[in-house]
């Protein structure tokens, strides 16, 4: 006798197959909300002191403790969180609103001018990125636009490569040649037919770039490149409690080093999941897997 | 990354506790003469050149090889025994006389003095390194016409005669100084110019013995040595930049003896019943500069109103930890001549806004404050800093820089504010204001200039009375604090942290280590 079993509901497979996706968005979304809200989380300012309370350890008035100055680090980390969602957001799109055009006009005009666009992109990326991003942040100085030029201008080869190679492999496929020869003009070849088709790659770099941006932010705070003093931010103050590890106030780089770590975790699960989405290789290889 | 990190910071650990296991075997109750004295430095030397030197690793390097003419004497403050800059022994020279207006002065020099290589040192000796150090364009060859030394003579082989442009009260107290080291004519004149960098040649109690200055200097007695027999018979420099290492070392046993520690590391040593830490007030202070071309801090009010919105013993006590103190003039505590007259501040908010509000700032205003990053502790002082100015509708917005690009503004006057510390090379009020506020001065990176304060630091200079002179110093400082050109933060203490077995420290204001003390 042969029991035939009914396959999951469609959306419970989506789920299990994309939970780690889920897991990701969650945690994106709980740090979007909370740098959205922080002023309504927490009691305590971030960036006033309160020598009394200098160096207090975790408890239940500071969840996680306070800093050198007083400051509750809780509320640090929320007010932290609005900083890092920021530099990572606007470092991305700046750096698709440069790359993209870059690669698109190299790959389709395909002449020496594109040629010498994307080996300037390629010397960029021959470099390792965080070493490029604090020699960059070095040379521009401490600051926050300091830190955003940093950040984007290493972003920039990376997108324009992938637009790059978008186009060159889209730009000759037939769907384009036929809307070519019914006379469609070049801004509307690249808006309607061969930008959409890059579309899925370019939101699965951008994610994983989210990641990439958050954490060279960090690196460039702690080593004293990122915003001025006072401003709450996630690796500088991993950078001020490290002074502080030998002599045991552990909880003032430990907090904020797992915030770091749970974004970029989080951003990198997002686009991992993305990238499998996009892929119907993935999606192939996964449904042969879940029928196995 | 995190892993990495995680890797790398489990690294560091490791290479800690194996060079605390190895030392911990050592027997550490008393320490024999023949056991190396170790001692762990924040940096390498980066010149021993004596006319180029300007670093703490450096200057020891050189102070213990070099013999001087003469040297600081050592006073009793209470049951401690101490150097002072302000009296001087014999060293080189047995003895000295100077004729009625104090400018020549003669030194006779001892017979039984020798370079380490065998060499006698004579009065050619002595001419050849101070008309080197005349004719220097480096660093410290300024120190030559600060005490107004005009020519230099020998009499016979062990008189040297020494002529003055002017009578100077610094002249003593300069020559006393390392940059005035013999060195062996005979040598140097053949050496190259940048053999100084990493050699030394002196007659003092030490010699070189080997020196890499990416970990360690070894130094072993001098075998020529004219005077007692140090204790060690070597002693061991090690280069260690990282403070909370030179910590662990120290409480370990791993080094005997430790300096330039963090507040908060010397606040944990405390409780090790290991360690003895040797704390004195120096001369080094902290201040808050404000540019007096720059407005609004071209107005004196402005200044007093922000010298009483300094929270001083926050300052002092949560972020120096105590390993500060009070100032209460420009001039340091501990500095001749020191005075807190016309010095009335202390933190009131309530004086300080009366005084805003008198300058026409009574809805506060902006400005930028450039911080030098390199410093822990200024940070804190100037977030701290920020936050109280803030209370009185004062915003000051906080640029950090490098250390390289802060020296640069520095030198320039360009800031508007700033943090600097500031240890005179000379301890005489006129040499510590000559420099820090006389108008003109290429080191008055604040700008300030007041006729009357420059008219009577010149005729201080000059002056060959020393009451007269210490009244016109005091007069100076009066109309300094009073005018607060600078909000006087606070003055560091130096500490030194010796391992149990190991005695004889002895502090000088100079906060140079003499190896051959310790016991």
Known sequence: MVRLTLPPPR?????????????????????????????????????????????????????????????????????????????????????????????????????????????????????????LALAIGAAIGPGLTGELLAITLVSVPTFARQAYAGTVATKHLPFVESARATGAGVGRLIGRHLLPNMFGPLLVISTLNLGFAVLTGASLSFIGLGVPLPTAEWGSMVSDGSQYLVSGQWWMSLFPGLAIMTIVFAFNLVGDGLRDLADPRMRRSRSLSDAV | ???????????????????????????????????????????????????????????????????????????????????????????????????????????????????????????????????????????????????????VAAVNPYEVKITLSHPDSMFLSIIAMYPFSILDAKVAAKASGTYWNSHELGSGPYELQSLDPASQAVFVRNPHYWGPKPHYAKVILKFITDASVRQQLVESGGVQVALALSPLALQTLARSPLVTEHTNLSEDIVFFGMNEQDPPFNNELVRQALSYAVPYSTLIHQVELNQASAMDSSVPIGMPDHTGAGWNYSYNLTKAKALLAQAGHAKGFTFTFTLDASQPDWVQDATLLQASFAKLGVTMKI??????????????????????????????????????????????????????????????????????????????????????????????????????????????PDQLLRFWAFK
């Not at chain 2, 050109?485 to 203490?493: A, R, W």
């Open chain 1, 11 to 131: 959306r419970q497979k989506f789920w299990s197959r994309y939970r780690m996706l889920a897991v990701g968005l969650g945690i994106v979304g709980f740090w979007v909300l909370v740098a959205l809200f922080a002023p309504l989380l927490s009691p305590y300012a971030p960036n006033v002191p309160d020598m009394s309370a200098r160096l207090a350890m975790p408890s239940l008035q500071h969840l996680l403790g306070t800093d050198e100055y007083g400051r509750d680090l809780l509320t640090r980390i929320f007010f932290g969180a609005r900083l890092s969602v920021f530099i990572a957001v606007a470092s991305t799109l700046a750096a698709i609103a440069v790359g993209v055009p870059i690669g698109i006009y190299a790959g389709y005009r395909a002449g020496l001018a594109g040629e010498a666009l994307m080996r300037v992109m390629d010397v960029f990326l021959a470099f390792p990125s965080l070493v």
């Open chain 2, 1 to 151: 990354m995190l892993k990495k990190a995680l890797r790398g910071t489990v690294g560091s650990l490791a290479a800690v506790a194996a060079l605390l296991l190895g030392s911990v075997s050592a027997p550490a109750a008393t320490q024999a003469a023949s056991t190396p004295l170790v001692i762990a430095y924040p940096g390498s030397p980066r010149t021993l050149d004596t006319w180029l030197a300007y670093d703490l690793t450096s200057d020891a390097m050189i102070l213990n090889v070099y013999d001087q003419l003469i040297t600081y004497a050592q006073v009793k403050v209470g049951k401690q025994t101490q150097g002072t800059l302000n009296a001087y022994a014999p060293m080189l020279a047995t003895h000295w006389t100077s004729n009625a207006d104090h400018t020549v002065y003669t030194f006779y020099l001892r017979h039984n003095a020798k370079f380490s290589n065998g060499d006698p040192v004579t009065a050619a000796d002595v001419v050849w390194t101070y008309q080197k150090g005349m004719k220097a364009t480096g660093n410290l060859s300024f120190l030559a016409t600060e005490g107004a030394i005009k020519s």
């Open chain 2, 399 to 508: 640029a950090q820089v490098s250390d390289s690009e802060y020296q640069t503004l520095l030198n320039a006057h360009k800031m508007q504010a700033y943090i600097e510390q500031w240890d005179s090379f000379v301890n005489d009020p006129g040499y510590h204001l000559g420099f820090l506020l006389a108008g003109g001065m290429a080191t008055n990176a604040a700008n300030y200039s007041n006729p009357t304060v420059n008219k009577l630091l010149t005729q201080a200079e000059f002056d060959p009375n020393t009451a007269q002179r210490t009244r016109l110093y005091q007069r100076i400082q009066t109309i300094i604090n009073q005018q607060a050109p600078f909000l006087d933060l606070y003055q560091y203490k130096w500490t030194v942290v010796t391992y149990q077995g190991v005695s004889g420290y002895v502090f000088y």
